[in-house]
Antibody
Framework: QVTLKESGPVLVKPTETLTLTCTVS??????????VSWIRQPPGKALEWLAH???????SYSTSLKSRLTISKDTSKSQVVLTMINMDPVDTATYFC?????????????????????WGQGTMVTVSS | IVLTQSPGTLSLSPGERATLSCRAS???????LAWYQQKPGQAPRLLIY???SRATGIPDRFSGSGSGTDFTLTISRLEPEDFAVYYC????????FGQGTKVEIK
């Protein structure tokens, strides 16, 4: 069974650094068809992609938040870590980690598409003094 | 790439057909367009990838279509459990999500 589970603080103060951990099971972070993203959702609002780490350890970040984010992984622990510096009340949100999978046609090898196929339950982070 | 979903809210009765639209600010490869369903207090669930391929376990009343800048999610006959918020999402550039369409009971 494939699962992802987020962990981290429930409450952080403005200007502090947020560190979130995503612990995965049922697949390897070395699988070349897969990677892990962090996505957040402020209360009552839409989803916002933050960062992604590939099996190769290549990383990508949201353009608007790049200066504040760092994503890393520890394959031996099956964990992906996101740090966000200089937290602000507008960063109050539920933070999800999700697996991104590349789908291929079994017979032809044709790339059918990518998707966030498995999500963690999410962790609510409130930024307040 | 900005994804604009319409309508914002769709009020329908069980058994009716739902048609949700997702328009991209520039062309998106069909390989990189996905749809998700989200219920209150839950994580999103993948419905469609590659614009038209149903994810594992997704009923065939859900279908996706479209290309270029215009994509559609259709629910052929709404079941009570289908009332939720639906998001489109693209990977063609830095991943982005639409703002969501809420399908509510009329």
């Amino acid at each position: 069974q494939v699962t992802l589970k987020e962990s981290g603080p429930v409450l952080v103060k403005p200007t502090e650094t947020l560190t979130l951990t995503c612990t995965v099971s049922g697949f390897s972070l070395n699988n070349t068809r897969m990677g892990v993203s962090w996505i957040r959702q402020p209360p009552g609002k839409a989803l916002e992609w933050l960062a992604h780490i590939f099996s190769s350890d290549e990383k990508s970040y949201s353009t608007s938040l790049k200066s504040r984010l760092t994503i890393s992984k520890d394959t031996s622990k099956s964990q992906v870590v996101l740090t966000m510096i200089n937290m602000d009340p507008v960063d109050t949100a539920t933070y999800f980690c999700a697996r991104r999978t590349m789908y291929f046609d079994f017979w032809s090898g044709y790339h059918l598409g990518d998707a966030f196929d498995i999500w963690g339950q999410g962790t609510m982070v409130t930024v307040s003094s | 790439i900005v994804l604009t979903q319409s309508p914002g809210t769709l009020s329908l009765s069980p058994g009716e057909r739902a048609t949700l639209s997702c328009r991209a600010s520039q062309s998106v490869s069909i390989s990189y367009l996905a749809w998700y369903q989200q219920k209150p207090g839950q994580a999103p669930r993948l419905l469609i990838y590659g614009a038209s391929s149903r994810a594992t376990g997704i009923p065939d009343r859900f279908s996706g279509s479209g290309s270029g800048t215009d994509f559609t999610l259709t629910i052929s006959r709404l079941e009570p459990e289908d009332f939720a918020v639906y998001y489109c999402q693209q990977f063609d550039s830095s991943p982005t999500f639409g703002q969501g369409t809420k399908v509510e009971i009329k």
